[in-house]
């Protein structure tokens, strides 16, 4: 019987080893998986709020795109936010738009990943495109024709 849990001694080390390191990687993908679909919303309501701003912001203000990302998610940046002018069909009237044309603000995510920190695995989550469309107001003119700031 002495020799028999001789032998066992280590077999306990080696399943603790192995069903912590199994349960880690269950709780750090919970978490982060958690912190995705975090990061997801926040860059929906940004792109809400983006798409806002551009209705009463000059036309391709800077502070439009920066609004997106107003909670700091880890490598996004302006190149994932797409600034879009409509006419009264829906159509794009391309990156300089006349004024007067413009009947709709559409302001979009789109080829965002976020990484995730899950032991034993390198995975990402790829976020889908999602935009936000709005009918134009004041495109950062008031009624005396003056240009406002954002």
Wanted: charged share 10%.
């Amino acid at each position: 019987m002495k020799r028999d849990m001789r032998r066992m001694r280590g077999t306990y080390t080696v399943e603790f080893a192995i069903s912590a390191s199994v349960l880690m990687v269950l709780v750090f993908g919970c978490i982060e998986l958690c912190r995705a679909s975090y990061t997801l919303a926040s860059l929906q309501e940004g792109t809400r709020r983006a798409a806002r701003l551009a209705t009463v912001c000059p036309i391709n203000d800077p502070a439009i795109t920066n609004a997106v990302n107003f909670m700091g998610a880890y490598g996004f940046s302006s190149s994932n936010v797409q600034l879009t002018y409509l006419d009264v069909n829906g159509n794009s009237l391309g990156t300089n738009p006349n004024f007067s044309s413009i009947y709709y603000v559409q302001v979009g995510v789109v080829n965002y990943t976020i990484p995730l920190a899950i032991p034993l695995m390198n995975a990402v989550v790829t976020s889908p495109s999602f935009a936000v469309t709005l009918p134009s107001q004041s495109l950062g003119l008031s009624n005396t024709g003056a240009s406002t700031a954002c």
